[in-house]
């Protein structure tokens, strides 16, 4: 694993959360496509709609896990 988005933290109750992802997991995959930079997973995230349930590959502590998680409305700022 050399690229992909380092979690930081993770909202009590959001979708990371409940699909059981923490924080320093690295995700590599979203939905099928690769997920290298903050920039892909905008992409991603704008192009699926809340609602839509999607896999995630991931790294926890160095090994390869996978899970989905239901996408909810972006908080706003």
Known sequence: MSEGIVIVRIGAGMPADVAGLLPEDVIVELGGEPISNTGQMSKFLVQHPP????AVVFYPRGLKGTTELTLAERPTP
């Open 51 to 54: 609602g839509e349930t999607i």
